[in-house]
């Protein structure tokens, strides 16, 4: 895949640099999660097909599975109305979320107004990321 | 549906009071917009089981359709692993987009390396919103 110079330029970034990015699995249609791009790992996401961001939280350029090894491959990327937005369709190798999801959406609104875990952790993120 | 105010007191809000929320077709799966919520529109959004946002551009409360007519029903709502987005799964009356796609991401990355239209649009947004 590639991406232009004039494209790149042309999205809206925030005030930090950023555009927020939908990552969505490309078979299921499933939302995993929403991150955050710069311009670099824009365009590094669309050269190495491999999604890449920006931490907001850590202050840091991350690939996506560089420490859980859960990356994901990218299979089209979109852009909203007002190119503030991306889509990016991806098709993921193992869970997104750090908490072992399959996806960072694992808890759902209830009839007693509370969010409630409706899904099953893939793996011991204590385990993956190395904290035992 | 409900949300208890400890559940909306719970969630992380940015610098001015909002949270992303990633609106989703229930049927397709497809992610129709993305759209900041406060805790006023996310509280109301449950209460009326129609979406409401709070517009950053136009520093206003708004219902989605309260111009055009296409509401979103609310089916369900997700929260992720750093409760600071939300995704929220609608039935949509019409279109999503103000230009009168079915969804605001309606461009796609084409071979070129420049997003590309790839869908058609439900109605003239000229005609809907009375600019004609």
Known sequence: MEITQETLDSLKYDASGLIPAVVVDDETGDVLMVAYMNKDSLADTVKTGKTHFWSRSRQQYWMKGESSGNTQEVQSIYIDCDVDTLVVKVTPAGAACHNG????????????????????PLFDPDEVYGKK
Do not use: H, M, P, Q
């Open 101 to 120: 999801y399959r996806s960072c959406f694992y808890r759902k609104l209830n009839d007693a107004g509370e969010f409630e875990v409706v899904d099953t």
